[in-house]
Nanobody, 112 residues
Framework: QVQLVESGGGLVQAGGSLRLSCAAS????????MAWYRQAPGQQRELVAA???????NYADSVKGRFTISRNNAKKTVALQMDSLKPEDTAVYYC??????WGKGTLVTVSS
């Protein structure tokens, strides 16, 4: 079955960086688009970044120029490099494979 396991979350000061990773299994990783979503307390889950099988990417306006999504098909992982973090980036970050496969999430907390 499809499994997505996130790692790399933690506490960081504003302006700092974190790198999230998602390990995937149970499906043909290389032909699937992957995405990162986040959900802040009291907010709806929102798309942060996505990458297609052909490595085309798109980002939420709020993270453009600060976050970078990448994939390693040999390792079946998708990463989210987050730089210049802001307190408003605080959320649980989820790895996603369409249509509705989710990891359990990893918490990112950015202190001011």
């Amino acid at each position: 079955q499809v499994q997505l396991v996130e790692s790399g979350g933690g506490l960081v000061q504003a302006g700092g960086s974190l790198r999230l990773s998602c390990a995937a299994s149970g499906f043909i990783f290389s032909i699937n688009a992957m995405a990162w979503y986040r959900q802040a307390p009291g907010q709806q889950r929102e798309l942060v970044a996505a990458i297609t099988s052909g490595r085309s990417t798109n980002y939420a306006d709020s993270v453009k120029g600060r976050f970078t999504i990448s994939r390693n098909n040999a390792k079946k992982t998708v990463a989210l490099q987050m730089d210049s973090l802001k307190p408003e980036d605080t959320a649980v970050y989820y790895c996603n494979r369409a249509p509705n496969y989710w990891g359990k999430g990893t918490l990112v907390t950015v202190s001011s």
